[in-house]
């Protein structure tokens, strides 16, 4: 009877159903998952600031590297007219960056889980310090195409490892916050970056860009060499490192939780929300070294084999990852047509906008994106804390969905109102409008998609990511090399019209994950169980 009990529970477990909120006590009180260990190194376990510098040092990565991706659209004209690039030309520049980006991820996360995640950040950055250099210094068709390649390649791991370091260092409750400030920087990368790169070309020209990112990255090269700490976690018992099995997040009963607090390197507790007491910190395991904090690599004994293959199975065996990858690559999709569009188009009549100009359209994606990130970061974390509490204290993933849900509406309108607009030549201040609201969209639905994905199946989210990161960037791929003859085959109208159409099917993905999406995490449990199982996870249970 006890096997069958076993089994029974093993078939109906929902990989991300936990307790969140512990409701038996005389007041609630908030419970970790992932469980904490009792080792002082555990990342879980270090204090406020050292995850604070790890933080931030990542999202400056991403800042630059957003950066870095996304300026070059504002030095079009000057390109066309020092070095004769046709529109066809630059577009295919832009679809070879999007390549590096879909093919890198691909060689270097099986890296990150093999070796660490401190030398493929310091390889990333070195790489598009590279890729700057050789940028400024482009003047052949030939010199354009390698180093947008070269940049590709550089970033390829930006989205993917970042979400890796949230998983090391934050608990469930503080996913879509972290995912949130992940969104912040990309934005502020994507959208702010051109503004400056418009001023920079108009006043010092368009090789000067480049050379600033080259200035950027080697400060950024040096940060992360002496001050990044290694967050791969590596379970260490008397002395041996210790193969940690893959956590199974039950259910269970709150009651028969223990208390879980994080500690600070002095033992005290500094998670906001739990209540202050000391940690039982294993005191016959020393703390790490400076040197050992900033080793090299961090080997582990597990295969690289699988983190290859597994990108694409993920895709399509587990539903949370096809939406993710839906979402996301649609989203950044449609971005990659409207700043193609409005580079080529907003050049000419009526708008007549020189570099300044068009780098200036993008403050107002910024400004909704940062209207966005509060309702894709903090409020959903608050969101599902109140929505658990109505569950008698048990988490699913799906609570944070109902924030996706007017997306369905801003999305589309979004698209049209600037592609329409475009069309018939409104004034620019609609154009920015729909620009806006469309980085309000990127910015909540991409908080919401990747924190759904990370709680769904958080021992395999490197591999999830890979898959995800991939179909984006051959979707914008895709896209950008048929964008010139899209337009005029369609028309900027009839395109406008198809991808709000489109990205109205796409954000309507949440009604059927809300209504079914448990089921499909229970009908996938054994293969997230079989394959987490073949990689060394982060955690002892």
């Not at 691909?106 to 050789?134: D, E």
Request: hydrophobic share 50%.
């Amino acid at each position: 009877m006890a096997d069958n009990h076993q089994d029974r529970d093993e078939t109906f477990w929902a990989p991300g159903t936990v307790a969140l909120e512990d409701l038996h006590r005389t007041r609630d009180q908030l419970v970790l998952f992932p469980t904490p260990s009792s080792d002082p190194n555990d990342p879980l376990n270090w204090s406020t600031a050292r995850k604070a510098l790890n933080f931030t040092l990542v999202s400056f990565f991403v800042l630059w590297t957003f950066v870095q991706l996304d300026i070059g659209f504002t030095a079009w004209g000057p390109m066309e007219t020092e070095l004769g690039f046709s529109v066809d030309v630059l577009n295919a520049g832009a679809a070879v960056n999007y390549g590096g980006l879909g093919i890198g991820c691909f060689f270097f996360i099986p890296l990150v889980h093999k070796y660490g995640r401190r030398p493929v950040y310091i390889f990333s950055v070195a790489l598009q310090f590279v890729s700057c250099i050789w940028q400024a210094e482009v003047y052949t068709v030939g010199n354009f195409m390698g180093a947008n390649l070269i940049s590709g390649l550089g970033g390829a791991i930006s989205e993917i490892i970042v979400q890796i370091t949230v998983a090391d260092l934050f608990f469930v409750h503080q996913h879509a916050t972290m995912n949130g400030w992940f969104v912040i920087f990309q934005s502020a990368g994507a959208f702010l970056g051109p503004v400056a790169s418009g001023y920079i070309v108009d006043s010092q020209g368009w090789r000067w860009t480049w050379w600033w990112c080259v200035i950027f990255f080697g400060v950024t090269l040096v940060c992360v060499l002496f001050f990044f700490e290694e967050s791969k976690y590596v379970p260490v018992l008397d002395g041996q490192i210790v193969a940690a099995q893959p956590q199974v997040t039950q259910a269970e009963s709150p009651r028969d939780k223990k208390d879980n607090v994080q500690a600070d390197d002095d033992g005290e507790v500094s998670t906001p929300g739990v209540v202050s007491t000391q940690v039982m910190i294993n005191p016959n395991i020393p703390l790490k070294t400076y040197r050992e904090r900033m080793a090299w690599i961090t080997p582990t004994s597990e295969s690289m084999l699988p983190h290859f293959w597994q990108p694409i199975v993920t895709l399509f065996t587990f539903p949370a990852v096809t939406y993710a990858a839906i979402t996301y690559g649609s989203t950044l999709a449609w971005f990659a047509i409207m700043t193609s569009l409005q580079a080529s188009y907003m050049l000419l009549p009526p708008y007549n906008f020189d570099a300044i100009g068009v780098g200036l359209m993008n403050v107002a994606p910024f400004v909704g994106a940062m209207i966005g990130f509060p309702v894709g970061g903090w409020l959903s974390d608050k969101s599902i804390l109140w929505l658990s509490k109505r569950n008698n204290g048990i988490y699913e993933p799906e609570m944070r969905l109902w924030l996706a849900l007017p997306v369905v509406i801003l999305g589309p309108s979004s698209i049209l109102m600037f592609g329409l607009g475009l069309a018939y030549g409104v004034h620019w201040s609609l154009l920015a409008v729909g620009f806006g609201v469309y980085g309000f969209t990127l910015a909540s639905i991409s908080g919401i998609s990747l924190s759904y994905l990370m709680d769904c199946y958080q021992d395999i989210i490197g591999n999830a990511l890979v898959g995800v990161i991939f179909m984006r960037n051959i979707i914008s791929l895709i896209v950008l090399f048929v964008l010139t003859p899209w337009v005029n085959g369609m028309g900027l109208q009839n395109l406008h019209i198809l991808c709000a159409v489109l990205a109205f099917a796409f954000y309507m993905i949440p009604v059927p994950l809300l209504i079914w999406g448990k089921k499909a995490r229970i009908a996938t449990a054994a293969s997230y169980r079989k394959m987490s199982e073949k990689q060394i996870t982060h955690r002892a249970v």
